[in-house]
């Protein structure tokens, strides 16, 4: 049995933990997979529980990862055979305890822009401390740069026996709907600041779904406050709103992947997303492409879009066979195989200043 510890920041409702809980609850036979937060919270604690993947309590004690936090998640990935990391927290904290105890470490880069905050120094200091990095996207090895031989992707999946195509509201209602995490990232700010140009159309629906620290300065626009949109909590399994609407959109600054388009295109719903990243091979022919940071031009494509039903339709129908790119289960083959091949020391060493 090979033992993987998933190691990421907490347990919140983004497109990285939503890939985590769905490695572990579909890891195949002779390997388990177990998740450590640092941190305690997250909205997909619940998707967790009820999928039966074994959570450890937090290593976070007080407010402040310290070396108590490093010795006691040490002490965890003794226990294990690999050691997987997610995000800067759980890269930057899973690497050194992973060295430490002397286990192989796989980190996923689900980002594809470079930080050039002390964070991301900290993170170029830490790259070489893994055996394996797995890139999402192509978008986001290129982002990290180096040679092709120093770059493995595996694009991220969605389980397309649980996504499944749904007919479109009757009538076409205008039901907009953005999903994801509430920071500056995903751009819902430029949503709310896109709605408050249009004029249009009569009766237009908008849902924002997701958690973060955003959320208290979205509930103050006045694109919330005057009722146009309805802030809803994070849903582990957000297809009740994906059913809901009629038009998926994603105004994202920069995106390593876009889990969220897929699942909109598997589930037969159009995606209006920024020119960024992987976001336009993501989506491809099943949406339209924006200029990021742009809420005019968004404004724009919006009512355009909604004043198309025909085109909505078109392009709702080609969804679920783009979404069938990104399936499930080749993203849980793709990564027990480097599971294996790290558990058998055939793993290779990333050095990060190749990359």
Request: hydrophobic share 45%; net charge positive.
């Amino acid at each position: 049995m090979i033992r993987v510890l998933h190691v990421i920041w907490n347990l919140a409702g983004g497109g990285a933990e939503r890939v985590v809980l769905d490695l572990c609850r579909r890891a195949p036979p002779g390997i388990a997979c177990t998740v450590q937060p640092i941190a305690p919270g997250g909205g997909l604690a619940a998707g967790f529980a009820a999928a039966g993947v074994a959570v450890l309590p937090p290593v976070l004690r007080g407010r402040r990862v310290g070396p108590a936090t490093l010795a006691r998640l040490h002490a965890v990935v003794r226990r294990h055979d690999v050691v997987h990391t997610h995000l800067w927290a759980g890269d930057t904290w899973g690497r050194l305890a992973g060295r430490m105890a002397r286990r192989p470490v796989l980190t996923t880069e689900h980002n594809a822009r470079p930080d050039a905050s002390w964070r991301g120094v900290v993170s170029q200091l830490m790259a070489p401390l893994s055996d394996r990095v797995v890139f999402v996207s192509a978008a986001a090895a290129a982002a990290a740069g180096g040679r092709p031989g120093h770059r493995q992707v595996v694009p991220n999946g969605v389980d397309l026996g649980h996504h499944v195509p749904s007919p479109l509201p009757k009538g076409l209602p205008p039901r907009v709907l953005f999903l994801g995490r509430l920071v500056p990232q995903k751009g819902p700010d430029i949503l709310l600041d896109a709605l408050t140009i249009m004029r249009g159309p009569a009766g237009l629906e908008v849902r924002i779904v997701g958690e973060g620290p955003m959320r208290a300065r979205l509930a103050s626009h006045p694109a919330v406050r005057s009722g146009r949109v309805v802030l809803h909590d994070w849903l582990a399994d957000p297809r009740e709103h994906l059913a809901w609407c009629s038009l998926v959109v994603m105004p994202s600054r920069w995106e390593g992947f876009g889990l969220v388009a897929v699942e909109a295109l598997a589930t037969g719903r159009p995606v209006l997303a920024s020119n960024v990243d992987a976001l336009p091979d993501v989506v491809g022919d099943g949406g339209w492409g924006v200029a990021p940071e742009d809420p005019a031009a968004l404004a724009r494509a919006l009512s355009a879009v909604l004043a198309d039903p025909a085109g909505i339709r078109e392009r709702a129908t080609r969804g679920p066979g783009l979404a069938r790119r990104f399936t499930l289960d080749a993203m849980v083959a793709s990564y027990a195989e480097v599971w294996r091949e790290l558990h058998s020391g055939r793993g290779g060493a990333y050095n990060a200043r190749d990359a």
